[in-house]
Nanobody, 126 residues
């Protein structure tokens, strides 16, 4: 069973930067792909970035050019967020899916991801 724990959420002013991290544990065999989602009250969860175990990355148009997803040597995932804007205010979730069959991180729909973290709050003020 894969466990995910996010960290790094904070309050920043518009134009600022944050780096979210997601610690992955409990997985020793299966290849997994990772993703970052965000959600505001009353809205659907939005997939914003994904990365396959081969390093291929994918981004939603809303964050392309500002956010960067990465993996470290321990297979944890990070999301570098630059030029943050008030519309980026949300709870951010880390998620993982099994890299099997045709499943890839390029599909940023929540149903493609099996494991979820508890979320971390990002607040951007103008």
């Amino acid at each position: 069973e894969v466990q995910l724990v996010e960290s790094g959420g904070d309050s920043v002013q518009a134009g600022g930067s944050l780096r979210l991290s997601c610690a992955v544990s409990g997985n020793s065999i299966a290849k997994i792909f990772m993703g970052w989602f965000r959600q505001t009250p009353g809205q659907a969860r939005e997939g914003i970035a994904g990365i396959d175990p081969d390093g291929s990355t994918y981004y939603a148009d809303s964050v392309k050019g500002r956010f960067t997803i990465s993996l470290d040597g321990a297979k944890n995932t990070h999301l570098q967020m630059n030029n943050l804007q008030p519309d980026d205010t949300a709870v951010y979730y880390c998620a993982a899916g099994l890299w099997i069959l045709q499943r890839r991180a390029s599909d940023l729909s929540p149903s493609n991801f099996r494991y979820w973290g508890q979320g971390t709050q990002v607040t951007v003020s103008s």
